[in-house]
């Protein structure tokens, strides 16, 4: 089970990863402090749980996402789960039972911002590991390709440290599950994880896409 993705835990207190953080979630200035304290809480949390765990899919999870227009080879499958670990919803619950909102407010801010980027990490991963790369990036409940019903299915053999509930929801929370759609085409990048995505008031979609400037939808499947 690989570890977390070292890169961004490294990244995860400094100046630059907090200022995002601060203006994408409309902090003052004087927010910094307390962001930063947060997430020095966090990361020890972090560095002892969080991980990511990818398997190839097999012909019942691909099927419905390849097309005739792809050649055999052309692309491949992954399933791939990435969490925060357990640590990080009890810290967030222990703020919430003493009524330290404005900390498990900031907590879900740090995570998401984390998770994203864990993304593209994970396919900076796999490039350098195996020369392929993200085309894009499938989801549970995207539509009537990938409903929302076949999660189970995608986490079964895939990690037990990550499971989802009779409602669908993924446990521990800060966890994502996904098809990552892999290609060598150099000419094939990911546009990231709005593509195809249909929801236009989300406040986290793409710069190309919001006035906001956001790089991305803030999304736990």
Known sequence: MPAFFTDLLDHFPTDVFLEKVRVRYHYDESGTEELRETAREMLPLLQK???????????????????????PGEVRYERV????????????????????LSKSYMLEALAGELLLQSYEAYSRRIAETTGWHAARYHFPGDGAAYPLERLPG???????????NQAFCLLPKKSVVFVAELTKDANVRCEG????????????????????????????H
């Open 49 to 71: 749980e969080a991980f990511w765990e990818s398997r190839p899919a097999g012909p019942g999870i691909a099927r419905p996402f390849e097309t005739q227009a792809k050649e």
């Open 81 to 100: 789960v990435i969490s925060l670990g357990a640590g990080v919803d009890s810290l967030q619950d222990d703020y919430s039972g003493q009524g330290r």
């Open 154 to 164: 995608l986490l079964e053999g895939l990690t037990e440290r990550v499971t989802c």
């Open 193 to 220: 994880i709005c593509a195809g995505c249909g929801s236009r008031g989300c406040a986290f979609r793409t710069a190309r896409d919001a006035v906001s400037g956001a790089e991305g939808p803030f999304l736990w």
